[in-house]
């Protein structure tokens, strides 16, 4: 390995470490202010009556959800629709990080856990959400599109 891979590395992991801690501040602002939509069926019906409103859709799996077919076919037809009408798409690993952040409960009444795989922040045009965080995880997004990773992915890590 070259002294210039090597740098390299150590620069993209602490860019990594930037757009995560980013991604994780925005989700949290927009919880707070009502502008995130959690759900795959409840993210393309938003998407479907008001797309101009999404401003990131984060598509986040795990290993284990490599094989589910339907949720790769959804996530296709997301992808698809968010490229199509210009809205940032973020690939995530890392659910029960999400979920952390997210402050979800652990289900102790037999409720169904809310469903982390997609995740739509939108901004109402009445009162947009301006935070750094958006704009941080909007310029990875571009810098990825200019790099031709249409997809960006970033890896959460348990804290």
């Known amino acids: 390995m070259t002294l210039e891979e090597l740098v390299g590395c150590n620069i993209t992991d602490k860019k990594m470490d930037t757009v995560s801690q980013a991604l994780e501040e925005l989700l949290v602002a927009a919880q707070r202010q009502d502008c995130l939509t959690v759900g795959v069926y409840e993210s393309a019906k938003l998407m479907n009556v008001d ?8 598509l986040a799996t795990d290993e284990e959800d490599q094989d589910d077919i339907a949720l790769q076919i959804h996530f296709t037809l997301i992808q698809a629709f968010c490229c199509d009408n210009d809205i940032n798409i973020l690939r995530v690993s890392g659910l029960r990080r999400l979920a ?18 997609c995740i739509l922040v939108t901004n109402s045009q009445c009162q947009p959400l301006k935070c750094q965080a958006l704009k941080d995880v909007g310029n990875y997004c571009e810098e990825s599109r200019c790099k031709n990773q249409w ?3 970033l890896s959460l890590q348990e804290r």
């Open 100 to 117: 952390q952040v997210l402050d979800e409960p652990a289900a102790v009444d037999n409720s169904e856990p809310r469903d982390f795989h």
């Open 151 to 153: 997809i960006p992915y």
């Open 51 to 58: 797309p101009d409103c999404v401003v990131l859709c984060v």
